[in-house]
């Protein structure tokens, strides 16, 4: 199957393949002298916008200079710019066409907030509703220094046309806690492979994949103006999605989510219901989501940690859910097996309708020593790109992690019934702020009846600010939002 070529130049480097971060400044402003902000972005910012080419260029570089005994150290740095609806419409007057209805919804419409169970607006963070967010720029970089130095550029070139209305730095973990979020799970070990970019590492038997396990994916289900998947077959060509005009080829949705984690209150939780279940609590936590800390799957290693696959590309992703019928390896409503179920449900094709690509990174401070309860706020900037908010990013939050009733049909052994799968007990939320239950965190593992159930009375991660962005093609900024 030929694929046309994805225009890397054209598209915003966090968009397909991540921008290189080890820091992130994610700066929200509202646009207050439209004709200035136009003239500054066209002159000034355009040229500065690291497209996917360049992204791609420097993962060249980087896997380059990883040979033996060289180290890591690129001074890359990045950014990158997107638009909420209010934003698009300062650019293009309140006769724009319209985009994805839940995008001119908007993350904080309170239709947007019932149907996730999000927390209530007032409960955001203050600053972050204090004021309209237009638009967001993404600053990426090796250190806290090179960014805030970046960050000083871009402001000073956009001068008086915007004000701030939020800012906030991201960071990646210290030492050996690098690339883990702060429960401590190794995160980034599952991205969709793009037909047309992620290369098939073993061509000849696994064409539709790009490494062992990794599905390929059509790129309109995360770029415009290219085919997305067919709804009715996993593999095959779709039509690409629409667009409210030509200048959204080559653009993204960025969904925005400002996630705190409870991580003493997640430890202390894990440690009391393992006793309480009479199992280890590395094991519990692993089953609430689906991986080891490591990163090892545990349809891999259901019992104990087999630390050297989680960071294997070519072995971490290579397992579907379909052979572990009775959730004796992994529970159904693990956290991976909620949010891309593989080959679970009835139809493979469906699924992968609704996957996303992540680019977050973690915030805040480590948990300090003697911090028993959460004193400083810390958590996860989640960032994930789409083509439909509503079909991806929403459906996986609302359909999958927030329903307990999925995945439906699973029957317990021996005849016993149906099962309740539960909510995602990482991310899933009940209406009202309501206590969760996930079934079967004990693992009946490699046989065994037992009937367990965990009742998560808090959320130990609460969404404090959100907001949904367009990143439109470098042409786009160029012409067409900046005339
Ligand atoms: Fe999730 N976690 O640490 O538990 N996530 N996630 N996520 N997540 C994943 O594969 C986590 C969140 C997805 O392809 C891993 O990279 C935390 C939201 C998807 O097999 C870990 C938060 C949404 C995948 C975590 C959080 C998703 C995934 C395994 C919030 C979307 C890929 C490592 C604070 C609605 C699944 C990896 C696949 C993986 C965690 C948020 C979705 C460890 C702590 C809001 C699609």
């Known amino acids: 199957m030929k694929t046309a070529p994805l225009d890397l130049d054209d598209i915003q ?45 420097q993962e060249l570089v980087i896997g380059r200079r990883k040979g033996p005994g060289a180290k890591a150290s690129e001074r890359f740095h990045g ?25 001119e919804r908007g993350a904080a419409h309170k239709d947007t907030i019932e149907a996730l169970n999000d ?35 871009v402001l000073r070139l956009l001068g008086a046309s915007i004000r701030v209305v939020y800012a906030e730095i991201g960071n990646v973990r210290p030492g050996a806690e690098r690339g883990h979020e702060h429960f401590g ?18 061509p000849i038997y696994r064409p539709d994949q790009g490494l062992p396990g990794q599905d390929l994916v059509w790129p309109g289900e995360f770029v415009f103006g290219y085919s997305g998947q067919d709804p009715a077959h996993p593999t095959n060509e779709g039509q ?10 080559n653009g993204s949705y960025m969904v925005f989510r400002r996630l705190e984690q409870k991580v003493p209150e997640f430890r202390k939780f894990v440690a009391e219901q393992a006793a309480r279940l009479g199992m280890d609590r590395e094991l519990l936590a692993a089953r609430m989501v689906g991986r080891w800390k490591s990163g090892t799957p545990l349809e891999l290693a259901p019992q104990r940690d087999d630390s050297r696959l989680g960071g294997d590309g070519g072995r971490n992703n290579d397992f579907e859910f379909g052979d572990d019928p009775s959730q004796r390896k992994c529970p159904y409503a693990a956290h991976i097996r909620k949010a891309y179920p593989r080959d679970d ?11 996303i690509i992540r680019a977050g990174i973690p915030f ?12 400083h706020s810390r958590g996860l900037m989640f960032v ?14 609302k359909n999958y992690a927030n329903n307990p009733d999925f995945v439906v049909g699973k029957l317990r052994p021996g005849g016993a019934g149906e099962v309740a799968p539960g909510f995602d007990p990482i991310i899933g939320q009940a209406p009202a702020n309501g206590a969760r239950q996930m079934d079967e965190p004990f693992a009946n593992f490699p046989a065994g009846n037992r009937r367990t159930t965990l009742v998560i009375p808090n959320q130990f991660v609460v969404l404090t600010a959100a907001g949904y962005f367009f990143m439109p093609s470098i042409s786009a900024l160029r012409t067409v939002l900046t005339a």
Not at 132 to 145: E, K, M, N, P, Q
Request: net charge positive; proline share 7%.
């Open 384 to 397: 994930c790109y789409q083509t439909s908010i509503e079909r991806q990013f929403e459906f996986i939050q």
């Open 119 to 153: 927390p209530p607006y007032s409960t955001w963070r203050k600053e972050f509703v204090a004021d309209r967010v237009d638009s967001v720029f993404l600053i990426t970089g090796a250190d806290r220094s090179s960014v805030t130095f970046h960050t000083n550029e």
């Open 240 to 249: 690409p999605p629409p667009m409210a005009g030509p200048w959204m080829r």
């Open 185 to 202: 799970f190794l995160d980034g070990v599952s991205q969709p492979g793009i037909r047309g970019l992620t290369r098939p590492s073993q």
């Open 79 to 103: 950014l990158n710019l997107g638009f909420t609806k209010d934003g698009l419409e300062q650019l293009a007057g309140s006769a724009r066409p319209k985009l994805d209805p839940a995008f």
């Open 345 to 355: 449900t009835a139809s493979e094709a469906e699924v992968q309708r609704h996957r």
């Open 13 to 57: 480097g966090d968009v397909v393949l991540g921008m290189q971060k080890n820091v992130e400044n994610f700066i929200f402003f509202k646009i207050v002298d439209k004709a200035l902000f136009k003239t500054r972005i066209k002159q000034h910012v355009v040229t500065r916008i690291t497209s996917a080419q360049r992204v791609h260029q």
């Open 364 to 375: 805040g401070p480590e948990v300090a020593p003697g911090e028993t309860t959460t004193r």
